[in-house]
């Protein structure tokens, strides 16, 4: 397809909160995929976790990662991610390598992930410094950044002076402030209080909704993975395959009132079905 | 307001105690008072000494001079063998049995070695003293790197952090472990500096100064010197506290 035949068709929207951003408005399996991973096999030791898995992720998407313990769902994430190496394949994003784009990253493990060293305001700012990006417009970054998404923390202060909600929105800005293509989310919630969980999963859906990032996240908790998601991975026990890939056609913003909505529970029953046959196995 | 003030002077209520337990037992003449002097002629002997006349000021300020040699000493080597064997946990692994064997021997049974290496000069002092607390330094250095977080580091990694600045990020997780090493270390440093100084032929030093009052009977001179000792060590500590709240605010947060 020519370069023209493609403008013509992805006509400008503000979907994705940015009006300039050509949004595509094909339904998503007519998409380009964003992510490929082809051929890809890791083992640890004897244990075969992926024997030539291939995936398709879409483009603009909340993908949540589903499936029964240890058929690895975290694994299948860093490898996109890059953190762990593959045995053999190849992922790529828009035909680059993970090196070749921005991408955030937010670990699990808020307190071990940010620097105490260092005030909220300038872990949010590090990873420009590897931009080589001035100061001067660090801060200015930082400062649209915290205004868009209406932060409300005093950023002055050490992450160990912080609420662990306070700090995991810190993470989630760190990540957010490179203006990545992707977006990798491990479990990002689990060590919440369940107040600070749903208050931060919809912090995390108002984000995905201003920006229109990739966004990939591993979760454990079903309602949780279907809430936020556009789209669920359901992955098979070890060596993984994809079982199934649903759409979660439910309109956005989405709140308390989604968790009785009909498609929502559809969904999240098919999940559950397909999740306890694949324990059951 | 009235609470607030005990508070503050809690701490004190212990030394109250003890001087007045001590000051009792003079008073009743449960010790003999020549190998006891009281509170009163003890502090006078600490002032006069100090600020007056007699030779306390300058030992201890010789002490001062050695053990913070020794202790500068035993920092400038400890704190890069540290990170260097802490940096890879199989280089620590195949020194760790001598690091722990010489941390665990007492430091004062190399004495006499050390008095053939180096001679009785008073450098042979700073040498021992650094010995015994940059054993400490590198033990506690190389656990603070090789117990980094490895997650910050990777955190580091995926944000486009050059090589250096990822160590840079394994020392600042280091330090809280440092600055235990540094306190160990300098405590362990005036443990050997006094000793040596009684034991080495010293010239000089609260050591000797302890050790010639005893000689002597001078009983307030010898507790005034032990209690400059003492006050040497407290400031140590304390300054190696005050030092770690101020750079390392996050140690144990």
């Known amino acids: 397809m020519s370069a023209d035949a493609r403008t013509s068709i992805l006509k400008p929207m503000s979907v994705a909160g940015n009006p300039d951003a050509p949004v595509d408005t094909r339904p998503s399996k007519f998409r380009r995929p964003h992510v490929t991973v082809r051929g890809l096999t890791k083992r640890f030791d004897d244990r075969t976790i992926y024997e030539k898995f291939d995936l398709d992720l879409p483009r603009g998407q909340f993908v949540s990662i589903f499936g029964p313990n240890g058929c690895g769902k975290s694994t299948l994430m860093n490898m996109i991610a890059g953190l762990i190496p593959v045995d053999e394949g190849q992922i790529l994003f828009d035909g680059q390598t993970i090196d070749e784009i921005r991408f955030g990253y937010v670990f699990q493990n808020y307190r071990d992930a940010l620097f105490p060293w260092i005030s909220a305001w300038d872990n949010i700012a590090y990873p420009l410094r590897f931009m080589k990006v001035p100061k001067a417009e660090r801060n200015r970054r930082v400062d649209a950044l915290v205004k868009k998404f209406d932060v409300r923390i005093n950023l002055k202060q050490y992450p160990y002076q912080m609420s662990g909600g306070q700090q995991q929105l810190v993470s989630i800005l760190r990540a957010l402030v490179v203006d990545p293509e992707i977006l990798f989310l491990d479990e990002p919630f689990s060590a919440l209080d369940y107040e600070m969980t749903l208050f931060m999963r919809d912090q995390m859906q108002r984000m995905f909704q201003e920006t229109g990032t990739t966004t990939i996240i591993v979760s454990h908790d079903l309602d949780e993975a279907v809430y936020l998601a556009d789209r669920i991975l359901l992955l098979s026990r070890a060596p993984a395959k994809v079982v199934d890939f649903p759409i979660v056609d439910v309109p956005r913003p989405r709140n308390a009132l989604t968790l009785a909505d009909p498609e929502f529970n559809r969904v999240k029953g098919h999940c559950l079905e397909i999740f306890q046959q694949q324990v059951g196995k | 307001m009235k609470s607030k003030t005990l508070d503050r002077l809690r701490p004190f209520i212990g030394v109250v105690i003890l001087i007045g337990i001590w000051q009792a037992i003079v008073a009743l003449k ?17 002032y006069t000494g100090l600020f007056e006349q007699g030779r306390l000021a300058f030992d201890f300020g010789k002490t001062v001079e050695r053990a913070c040699m020794g202790i500068a000493l035993a920092t400038v080597i400890g704190v890069p063998v540290g990170v260097i064997l802490g940096a890879s946990e199989n280089v620590y692994r195949s020194v760790e049995f001598i690091i722990d064997f010489f941390r665990s021997t007492p430091a004062s049974a190399v004495f006499p070695l050390f008095l053939l290496l180096f001679g009785v000069g008073e450098i042979t002092k700073v040498y021992i003293s650094a010995f015994g607390a940059s054993l400490a330094i590198i033990f506690n250095v190389a656990y603070g790197v090789m117990n980094a977080r490895k997650t910050r580091v990777l955190a580091a990694k995926i944000m486009g952090a050059p090589p250096l600045q990822r160590m840079l990020v394994v020392l600042l997780e280091s330090l809280p472990q440092t600055f235990i090493g540094l306190r160990m270390g300098a405590t362990l440093a005036l443990v050997l500096m006094i000793t ?8 000089d030093g609260l050591g000797l100064r302890i050790f010639e009052e005893q000689q002597l009977f001078n009983m307030p001179g010898m507790y005034a010197a032990i209690f400059c000792s003492g006050l040497l060590g407290y400031t140590l500590n304390l300054f190696f506290f005050i030092t770690e709240r101020r750079f390392v605010h996050w140690a144990g947060r």
Do not use: C, Q, Y
């Open chain 2, 30 to 46: 449960i010790v003999d008072p020549v190998l006891l002097p009281s509170p009163g002629k003890t502090f006078s002997a600490v």
């Open chain 2, 196 to 203: 040596s100084e009684m034991l080495l032929g010293a010239i």
